[in-house]
C-alpha cells in the first residue's frame, strides 16, 4: 500500500518560514515527479510547485515564485518544501503527490495534508 505522508505545518508568522516534508513508503518515486498543492478555506485546490523524476526540474506557480522552494532526496523516499517570506494569504491545507500523471498538475498518490496557518 503506497501511503504519502505529510509534516512540518504550523503557525507562523507573516515573514517567517516552514520547511514541509512528505515522506513515500509503499514503492519508490526516485523516477517519478512529485508535486505540491494546497487548498485554502472555502477555495479550491491549487497548484504550488513540482519536481521532475529525471533532472530535477522544478515548476512553481507564480504566487509563489521567488519565496518557495521544492527539493527531493530519492535516498529518503521524501521531497521538501522550503517556504521563506510566508504571508497570511499562504495560509491552507498543503498536500504533495507523487507519480505525475500530467506534468505538472496531475498525479496519482495523494498524501492527507498538512495544516500551515500564517498570522498577520
Known amino acids: 500500500q503506497v501511503q504519502l505522508v505529510e509534516s512540518g505545518g504550523g503557525l507562523v508568522q507573516a515573514g517567517g518560514s516552514l520547511r514541509l516534508s512528505c515522506a513515500a513508503s509503499g514503492r519508490s518515486f526516485s523516477g517519478n515527479a512529485w508535486g505540491w498543492f494546497r487548498q485554502a478555506p472555502g477555495k479550491e485546490r491549487e497548484f504550488v510547485a513540482a519536481i521532475s523524476g529525471v533532472g530535477g526540474n522544478t515548476y512553481y506557480a507564480d504566487s509563489v515564485k521567488g519565496r518557495f522552494t521544492i527539493s527531493r532526496d530519492n535516498a529518503k523516499n521524501t521531497v521538501y518544501l522550503q517556504m521563506n517570506s510566508l504571508k497570511p494569504e499562504d495560509t491552507a491545507v498543503y498536500f504533495c503527490?507523487?507519480?505525475?500523471?500530467?506534468?505538472?498538475?496531475?498525479?496519482?498518490?495523494w498524501g492527507q495534508g498538512t495544516l500551515v496557518t500564517v498570522s498577520s
Open positions: 503527490a507523487g507519480r505525475a500523471t500530467k506534468w505538472p498538475t496531475e498525479y496519482e498518490y
